[in-house]
């Protein structure tokens, strides 16, 4: 009977981390793309098909998406033909070291990513473009772009079972919220949250050099919306949370209206928390933010809810993860 060979099965894989081969990742999927501009160009040229074409530079583009994971054993064996020592991590680690890599000013000497020191001479850097988390009752889902000027950011590795960890999919009960004033304790339960950032990385292509570009991190920011379970009568409460302020505070003469952290509790921000008290994985998003959409609905058959659009003060002030919490 015909029968593929397993190196054809995904799942026989697990993805490295160019930068480190020690690190084994953990993915639903994964994609690479290699993307040249290329388009016709009309001339009078004797015919009125195509006879020129543009071509400009080229770069590599990864879509990772995945649903974050409790692992047991995070530094289980996975075949390392450099290291025993290999780590296990899931998509949630990856993003917050990766957005941590935005924040960070690269010097000409010391232009690693994700922490890292400068890698051997022809090793590719990637760049993210873009994180997403979609919190739900039926979990925590992570989905990243990455850009970079050379292929194989993440390495495929055919492991062939030779792996030691065990995990579960990261669940409702797995996270911890910072999303009020006061440290989230359920005053307002959470039916679900979006978060989105976005990394401006530029192309710049210079003349005499080659047909990949030089990337520029110009820039990053926050946005994200949090659904709330509310009663109408709930409702006038929401408008006062978050130390009397509400979730949408309006503007007045001389005063910044926005809901701020509260400097009574150690995090002092709002983030994302993964795991438990002695093993948290964290995202934050900033000390403050502004919301700029408050939407209350009900439906036949459906929960009272109320949703919170807002563009989050994530800046320098605030490190995205903790430096020492490596994926």
């Known amino acids: 009977m015909p029968v593929l060979p397993s190196e054809y099965i995904s799942s026989w894989y697990i993805l490295r981390n160019v930068l480190d081969p020690s690190i084994a990742y953990i993915f639903e999927s994964w994609s690479e793309d290699q993307i040249q501009d290329a388009s016709p160009k009309p ?6 098909g195509t006879r020129v074409m543009d071509i400009g530079g080229m770069y590599w583009r990864y879509e990772v998406e995945s649903p974050a994971l409790i692992i047991e054993d995070p530094m289980g064996s996975c075949a390392n033909p450099v290291t025993n020592n290999t780590k296990v991590s899931s998509v949630f680690g990856l993003l917050a070291f990766a957005l941590r890599t935005a924040q960070t000013p690269i010097g000409t000497t010391s232009s690693g990513i ?7 001479v022809g090793a590719p850097l990637y760049i993210l473009e873009n994180g997403r988390i979609r919190m739900s009752e039926q979990g925590v889902n992570v989905g990243m772009t990455f850009v970079s000027d050379s292929r194989g950011a993440f390495l495929p590795d055919y492991v062939a079972g030779n792996v030691t960890y065990a995990a579960r999919t990261a669940r409702f009960y797995d996270v911890a919220l910072h999303i009020s004033a006061n440290y989230f304790s359920g005053e307002f339960q959470v039916v679900d949250m979006d978060v989105n950032f976005q990394v401006q990385a530029s192309q710049n292509y210079l003349i005499g050099t080659s047909q990949y570009p030089y990337f520029a991190i110009d820039g990053y920011k926050c946005s994200g919306s949090v659904t709330f379970l509310l009663t109408p009568i709930q409702f006038e409460a929401f408008l006062t949370a978050t130390s009397g302020v509400g979730f949408m505070p309006g503007q007045t003469s001389g005063v910044l209206g926005a809901v701020k952290s509260s400097t009574a509790y150690r995090a002092k921000q709002f983030e994302i928390k993964i795991g438990n008290s002695s093993n948290w994985d964290v995202i934050r998003f900033g000390r403050a ?6 939407t209350r609905s009900m439906s036949a058959g459906s929960l009272t809810t109320a949703t919170v659009n807002f563009e989050a003060f994530l800046n320098s002030s605030t ?6 919490r490596r994926p």
């Open 43 to 48: 001339l009078i040229q004797g015919d009125i």
């Open 114 to 120: 994700l922490g890292s020191p400068l890698p051997a």
């Open 289 to 294: 933010y502004v919301a700029n959409n408050l």
């Open 319 to 324: 490190p995205v993860t903790d430096e020492d």
